[in-house]
């Protein structure tokens, strides 16, 4: 059974990092694209990052750049999303989702596997 499982989120002040972690099972991710995805409340879910498995190519919206580093560990099948200097408006829970075409991208309809997430609270 493939399964994607995130973890690291915390509550955090402003200013702080965080680095959470997406570790699959059942399958290596060695040969898929992975992204981060995170959903505020009350808002639709959106694309943060991703990561190809070929070249370890990677792409960032524009309001995560700088910010944001998504790296990969295949050797750990994990892939980890570095956020620094967090601000209130990150706050979100946060997934991981695997594209089997390896294709990095940030269009949540074309990933076929989800973790549960994992919740980001930044706050003084």
């Known amino acids: 059974q493939l399964q994607l499982v995130e973890s690291g989120g915390a509550l955090v002040q402003p200013g702080g990092s965080l680095r959470p972690s997406c570790a699959a099972s059942?399958?290596?991710?060695?040969?898929?694209?992975i992204g981060w995805f995170r959903q505020a409340p009350g808002k639709e879910r959106e694309g943060t990052a991703c990561i190809d498995s070929y070249d370890g190519i990677t792409y960032y919206a524009d309001s995560v750049k700088g910010r944001f580093t998504i790296s990969r560990d295949n050797a750990k099948n994990t892939v980890y999303l570095q956020i620094n200097s967090l601000k209130p408006e990150d706050t979100a829970v946060y997934y991981c989702?695997?594209?089997?075409?390896?294709?990095?991208?940030?269009?949540?309809?074309?990933?076929?596997?989800w973790g549960q997430g994992t919740r980001v609270t930044v706050s003084p």
């Open positions: 989702a695997a594209d089997p075409w390896n294709r990095c991208h940030l269009d949540r309809d074309d990933y076929d596997y």
């Open positions: 059942g399958f290596t991710l060695d040969i898929y694209a």
